[in-house]
């Protein structure tokens, strides 16, 4: 089982990138998705999910509004798309798979890949 995030790098604020998560060794469309983010000097942050089920996804309110996700089953990828970016959406981003139908911070995640830089700076 991996899952490895790509994409980050550097963007202006009110910039835009699109990150995405490649999966291998399971099957994609059984498993909800999530999207979190490590800012240097601070905990781990759940950013986003995307159910199995329905493809219904969830946001932290900081990012309501400018980030997207979608997934793509048959090329075993998640995708989040982020815009209007902040400097305070500096992190490195990671994706992580969680069993179950609906997304739920109450469940554990688990594969945690590497992850990708994001840096908002002019």
């Known amino acids: 089982v991996q899952l490895q995030a790509s994409g980050g790098g550097l963007a202006q604020p009110g910039g835009s990138l699109r990150l995405s998560c490649a999966t291998s060794?399971?099957?994609?469309?059984?498993?909800?998705i999530g999207w979190f983010r490590q800012a240097p000097g601070k905990e781990r942050e759940w950013v986003s999910c995307?159910?199995?089920?329905?493809?219904?996804?969830y946001f932290r309110n900081s990012v309501k509004g400018r980030f997207t996700m979608s997934r793509d089953n048959e090329k075993n990828t998640v995708f989040l798309q982020m815009s209007s970016l902040t400097p305070e959406d500096t992190a490195v981003y990671y994706c992580a798979r969680q069993s179950g139908d609906v997304c739920s911070l109450a469940r554990t995640f688990d594969s945690w890949g590497q992850g990708t830089l994001v840096t908002v700076s002019s």
């Open positions: 995307t159910s199995s089920s329905d493809g219904n996804t």
């Open positions: 060794g399971f099957s994609l469309d059984s498993w909800n």
